[in-house]
């Protein structure tokens, strides 16, 4: 046969016709099946991403964090003013995008929790997919370690927390979008496509604003460079430019807003124990990837009472034998060397080298970061398997069944706040879970038991303010005034500018009518804290007490510029006028509390207004609207109005 023959090949058709079909044909139906069984792979990520999840799409909003970002008045204003919610930041956190997504969720489904969670299971499936993606990318079509990457992506245990939790919504969001980056920039190395680069900065801006985090980014851009050999050139970092400018004026912002909240800017740790502590998680993260077991959602700190565990003095030699790995791997795989990078990389803001929170390490923080290990491990299987499919596949599959079985369980314990933190006692015994736990019981107004856990929180940590300040509020709820006084003291005595104790603390003189001291504590909260309503708001309430209406008044108009449809402080504010002789204006805003809430007090204090207006009529109306709801009138008042007591 001729050579130019051999790129054909004959096919016989059903009448018995003899055609050629040249190798182009072939391609397309080896194309085709690649395709397929690609769309296979695709379908087993996504569906044990989805699947797996199943008792999480049960969950609901959790009393850990969940309060500051699926909370209904900032929802509600945010749809008065669309840019109260964008430019608003959380926790000190800017991230415009993660809001608008959870007010789309408030829209959808309300405070029910269902839709959150629905859309935070179909951005994990998002992801894992992408994930897929890129390592095909990155290994030019090497599907099996793609795969292997996107399916351990997709279902190991210590992305639960990411993905579970409505809070973490950022996770799984600044992800999609990080990952949808990194495909761009790995076309442009591939392709030189300036229309490529510029879809890497535009997902790298989107990233940002889901979640700061993504301000490492530039940075993982070199570990693709650093793994497609790319020569170190000039044009290599003018490239990068763009990119690490925004990182700049995103990283200023996010300091910012944290420098007087979860930084620790007194130095709670010297500077040999933060070192110690950062290459702690390096080693803890990647001993939970292998050992995936007693997860908890908080993970304390160790030292700040006593001497660092073993654990961390070992730490840092871990750190030198992966430092050795990429080293060694330099010349050889740089499978290896990006591997590690990345997983680096992507932890360096949380590894508590300037300690954050009050946690040393998270499950969250592992999402991005584990792609890096898991593309070690798809190389390292692929190459042990030497290109056989079925026993590369066999090979994963005992490690699948094993991370699904404790993805499940996890992804139930995060039902509700009570499973979540009665999991974490049974797990890992610490002063966060038994006051988050106290908070459930709280909220459920079991105050007594509430109390029981806050007690055993702050025997654990007797510094924490946070025990000593819920627990008061729950001695309030019990109405043990006195214990509630001896919290908030102590919480104060922990944290002398904690304007909410203080707060409290004003409330605790106000109904022993020390208005003196009262009036002290709300001025004190509303200087450290200049837009803390509640001062506000119980200021008012003391100066009536003192009958300085007018102060009262400007306290209350205070109050209602962040609580504007507030019926019982529009009430209020229509009883300070009445009660300071000025009835016609006290009309106007008693209708508009009576236009958003029934209220008979509402009634009866509009009657007074009527009255004292000579509109015996439609004060005679409103009393009697007043009285047959159980409310005593003013026997001088109920004489004018014929009204029998």
Not at 106 to 115: A, F, I, R
Not at 425 to 435: C, D, I, Q, R, V
Not at 441 to 446: G, I, T
Not at 627 to 643: D, N, S, W
Request: net charge positive.
């Amino acid at each position: 046969m001729s050579k130019k023959s051999t790129s054909k090949y004959s096919v016989v058709t059903p009448k018995g016709q003899v055609r050629k079909a040249d190798s182009r044909s072939s391609t397309k139906a080896k194309n085709g099946k690649a395709a397929q069984t690609k769309f296979w792979e695709i379908f087993i990520i996504a569906f044990l991403a989805v699947v797996l999840y199943i008792p999480a799409l049960k969950g609901g909003i959790l009393n850990w964090d969940d309060p500051d970002y699926v909370n209904e008045e900032f929802f509600k204003q945010g749809l008065l003013n669309l840019r109260h919610l964008i430019v608003t930041p959380i926790q000190g956190n800017y991230h415009p995008l993660t809001m608008l997504s959870l007010l789309f969720n408030y829209l959808v489904s309300g405070m029910n929790g269902w839709s959150y969670h629905f859309l935070n299971v179909l951005l994990h499936l998002a992801n894992s997919i992408l994930v897929f993606r890129f390592v095909l990318l990155l290994t030019k079509g090497k599907r099996v370690i793609a795969f292997i990457s996107a399916i351990l992506f997709a279902i190991h245990p210590m992305h639960v927390e990411s993905v579970a939790w409505i809070s973490e919504r950022k996770d799984v969001l600044y992800t999609l979008f990080f990952m949808l980056g990194l495909i761009s920039y790995t076309k442009y190395v591939d392709t030189r496509n300036r229309k490529q680069y510029a879809g890497a900065l535009v997902f790298f801006v989107l990233s940002l604003l889901s979640k700061p985090a993504a301000v490492i980014f530039p940075l993982v851009l070199f570990c693709v460079d650093i793994f497609t050999r790319r020569k170190f050139t000039h044009t290599l970092i003018v490239e990068k430019i763009p990119f690490l400018v925004l990182s700049l004026a995103m990283g200023v912002i996010t300091y910012m807003g944290q420098k007087e909240g979860a930084v620790d800017i007194h130095g709670t740790f010297d500077t040999g124990t933060r070192l110690l502590m950062g290459f702690y998680g390096i080693m803890m993260y990647f001993i939970k990837m292998i050992l995936p077991f007693n997860l908890s959602p908080f993970y304390p700190f160790a030292g700040a009472n006593g001497p660092l565990p073993t654990a961390y003095y070992i730490a840092p030699l871990f750190s030198l034998l992966l430092a050795a790995a990429c080293i060694y791997s330099w010349k050889r795989k740089r499978v290896v060397v990006f591997g590690i990078l990345f997983y680096i990389i992507n932890l360096l803001l949380v590894l508590q080298f300037l300690p954050v929170g009050s946690a040393i390490i998270a499950d969250r923080y592992t999402y991005v970061p584990y792609i890096g290990l898991f593309f070690i491990i798809g190389w390292f299987i692929n190459d042990f398997a030497k290109g056989k499919v079925y026993k590369a596949y066999a090979i994963t599959i005992p490690a699948v069944l094993l991370l699904s079985v404790l993805t499940f369980r996890q992804s139930s314990v995060w039902e509700n706040s009570a499973s979540l933190w009665d999991h974490a006692l049974s797990t890992n015994p610490n002063f966060k879970a038994y006051l988050n736990r106290a908070l459930a019981y709280d909220q459920e107004k079991n105050y007594e038991k509430a109390i029981e856990f806050y007690t055993e929180g702050i025997r654990l940590n007797p510094k924490e303010r946070d025990g000593q300040f819920l627990r008061g509020k729950a001695y309030v709820a019990l109405n043990k005034p006195d214990s509630a006084y001896q919290d908030f003291k102590s919480c104060l005595a922990i944290d002398s500018v904690y304007f909410a104790a203080m707060d409290n603390l004003g409330v605790i003189y106000l109904g022993r009518k020390q208005y003196d001291s009262a009036l002290s504590s709300f001025n004190r909260a509303l200087e450290l804290k200049a837009d803390y309503s509640s001062s506000y708001k119980n200021r008012a309430l003391t100066f009536m007490e003192l009958k300085r209406y007018e102060e009262a008044i400007t306290d209350f108009k205070n109050f209602l510029k962040y609580q504007p449809k507030d019926p019982d402080i529009l009430n209020a504010i229509g009883a300070c006028y009445r009660l300071n002789g000025d009835d016609q204006n006290a009309l106007p805003f008693i209708d508009k509390a009576l236009a958003l809430k029934q209220d008979p007090h509402f009634y009866l204090n509009r009657a007074y207004c009527y009255g004292a207006l000579k509109n015996s009529q439609q004060a005679r109306k409103d009393a009697m609207i007043a009285k047959q709801a159980g409310l005593i009138l003013e026997p001088v008042f109920a004489q004018q109005m014929g009204i029998q007591q």
